[in-house]
């Protein structure tokens, strides 16, 4: 399986990242933000970070980057494309999906481990999951508090599209959302850290599940 990890200026989770992935036997290839082109790929990965130091709104600038325009590409042919924390930022001011990141409702940056449930397990990210399943992954962001109107969430919601959501509010999102995907299921944005939580010396695995997940469905 391949896969394509975009590196931003202040990206900081982007080896953790290709280690999440190499260690479940993807090959990630990390690709500057001032590419133009990506090699064939299974996978892109918008990895979490400050991109561009968060200037004029958290991955506002990135989401212009030269490398995006062909995200934009591949996307709107169907390859999946995996946003966490900042990517999940990114890809709302790309467009990709609906809604907003806004400040946190407490206005500090939150590091901790988060309960969330699993809303549902039919995506290619979510597979090995069960639907309803709590899980515990690791959050670190100063704006990850989802924001979309209400006709926005009542579609997402009916369509089956928010795919994780906080068993306890960390951040004032909108409906406890954590997680949503597009119409199509191939791109999910999140702002919990999978990549963070496979392996027991960080005090949780179950980030693991969601790329076994990936792989059993790319590779």
């Known amino acids: 399986m391949?896969?394509?990890?975009?590196?931003?200026?202040?990206s900081n989770c982007d080896r953790?990242?290709?280690?999440?992935?190499?260690?479940m036997g993807a090959s990630p290839k990390m690709?500057?933000?001032?590419?133009?082109?990506?090699?064939?790929?299974?996978?892109?990965?918008?990895p979490g970070g400050f991109s561009y130091g968060d200037y004029l709104r958290s991955g506002a600038m990135a989401a212009?980057?030269?490398?995006?325009?062909?995200?934009?590409?591949?996307?709107?042919?169907?390859?999946?494309?995996?946003?966490?924390?900042?990517?999940?930022?990114i890809l709302t001011e790309a467009g990709l999906l609906p809604g907003a990141l806004m400040r946190n409702a407490g206005l500090k940056f939150i590091c901790k481990t988060v309960a969330v449930t699993v809303e549902n397990n039919e995506t290619i990210f979510t597979a090995r999951h069960t639907?309803?399943?709590?899980?515990h992954?690791?959050?670190?962001?100063?704006?990850?508090?989802?924001?979309?109107?209400?006709?926005?969430?009542?579609?997402?919601?009916?369509?089956?599209r928010v795919v994780l959501r906080y068993d306890d509010n960390p951040n004032g999102s909108a409906r406890n959302i954590a997680g949503i995907v597009n119409k199509s299921g191939t791109i999910l944005g999140m702002m919990p850290h999978p990549e963070r939580s496979i392996d027991p010396l960080t005090g949780t695995c179950?980030?693991?599940?969601?790329?076994e997940s990936l792989v059993e469905a790319l590779a």
């Open 2 to 10: 391949k896969t394509c990890v975009i590196v931003f200026p202040a």
């Open 131 to 135: 639907q309803g399943q709590h899980i």
């Open 137 to 160: 992954i690791p959050i670190a962001h100063h704006d990850g508090n989802y924001f979309a109107d209400e006709d926005t969430l009542d579609h997402l919601e009916g369509e089956g």
């Open 64 to 89: 212009r980057a030269p490398i995006m325009r062909e995200v934009l590409k591949r996307a709107s042919k169907g390859t999946p494309v995996l946003g966490i924390c900042n990517g999940f930022q």
């Open 206 to 211: 179950d980030g693991k599940a969601l790329f």
């Open 16 to 23: 953790d990242v290709a280690v999440a992935l190499e260690k």
């Open 31 to 46: 690709v500057w933000h001032g590419e133009t082109d990506l090699p064939a790929t299974d996978l892109i990965v918008l």
